[in-house]
């Protein structure tokens, strides 16, 4: 079965840098696009990133020249390189890949002080 599990996610004074990953597994990972989201509290859920099988990629405006995403299909991993971070950024950050429906990991959590 399809498996999402996060990691790399703190707490981090603004300014910093953090760098998520995402260890994908029960498809072939290479075959598809991944995704990251993000839900702040009280807020909905957002795309933040989102890269194809062949490496495109698209980025929310807020986060442009700021994060990076990046795949390994060795690794069955998508990263989340997040840098110059702000407070605004806080929120639970989510890898998501569509095959035959949309699968979610279950998170990690990202605080940003000021």
């Known amino acids: 079965q399809v498996q999402l599990v996060e990691s790399g996610g703190g707490l981090v004074q603004a300014g910093g840098s953090l760098r998520l990953s995402c260890a994908a597994s029960?498809?072939?990972?290479?075959?598809?696009?991944m995704s990251w989201y993000r839900q702040a509290p009280g807020k909905q859920r957002e795309l933040v990133a989102h890269i194809t099988g062949g490496n495109g990629t698209d980025y929310l405006d807020s986060v442009k020249g700021r994060f990076t995403i990046s795949r390994d299909n060795g690794k069955n991993t998508v990263y989340l390189q997040m840098n110059s971070l702000k407070p605004e950024d806080t929120a639970v950050y989510y890898c998501n890949v569509v095959t035959v429906r949309l699968y979610w990991g279950q998170g990690t959590q990202v605080n940003v002080s000021s």
């Open positions: 029960g498809f072939t990972f290479s075959s598809y696009a």
